[in-house]
Nanobody, 124 residues
Framework: HVQLVESGGGSMQAGGSLRLSCVAS????????MGWFRQAPGKEREGVAI????????YYDDSVSGRFTISQDSAKNTVYLQMNTLKPEDTAMYYC??????????????????WGQGTQVTVS
C-alpha cells in the first residue's frame, strides 16, 4: 500500500520561505520519479518540481525556477520542496506525487498515479 504524506504548509507573507515535506511509504522514493504539484482554486493542477533519482535530474516549472528547490533524503524516504521568495500567486494546495517512470513531459500530472492528500500554502 503506497502512502504519501505531506506536511509543512501554512500561511506566509510574500517574500518568506516554507519547506514542504513528503514522507513516502510502500515505495522507495529512490526508485521513483517524485514530484510536487499544486492546484489553486478554479485552476488546473500543475507541476511545480520533479526529481528523478536515477541521474539526479530535476525539473522546475518556469514560475518557480530559481525560487524553489526539490531534494530527497533517501534514508528518510522523504522528498522536500524548499520554497523561497514566496509570492501571492504561489497560494495553492500542494501535492506530492510519485511515478514509477519519468514521464514526458516530466511535469505533466496525468502521468503520476500515487498522490498525497495535500498541504495548503497561503501567501499574502
Amino acid at each position: 500500500h503506497v502512502q504519501l504524506v505531506e506536511s509543512g504548509g501554512g500561511s506566509m507573507q510574500a517574500g518568506g520561505s516554507l519547506r514542504l515535506s513528503c514522507v513516502a511509504s510502500g515505495i522507495d522514493p529512490a526508485n521513483y520519479c517524485m514530484g510536487w504539484f499544486r492546484q489553486a482554486p478554479g485552476k488546473e493542477r500543475e507541476g511545480v518540481a520533479i526529481i528523478h533519482t536515477n541521474g539526479g535530474r530535476t525539473y522546475y516549472d518556469d514560475s518557480v525556477s530559481g525560487r524553489f528547490t526539490i531534494s530527497q533524503d533517501s534514508a528518510k524516504n522523504t522528498v522536500y520542496l524548499q520554497m523561497n521568495t514566496l509570492k501571492p500567486e504561489d497560494t495553492a494546495m500542494y501535492y506530492c506525487a510519485a511515478s514509477a517512470v519519468l514521464p514526458n513531459p516530466a511535469l505533466d500530472p496525468q502521468w503520476y498515479h500515487e498522490w498525497g492528500q495535500g498541504t495548503q500554502v497561503t501567501v499574502s
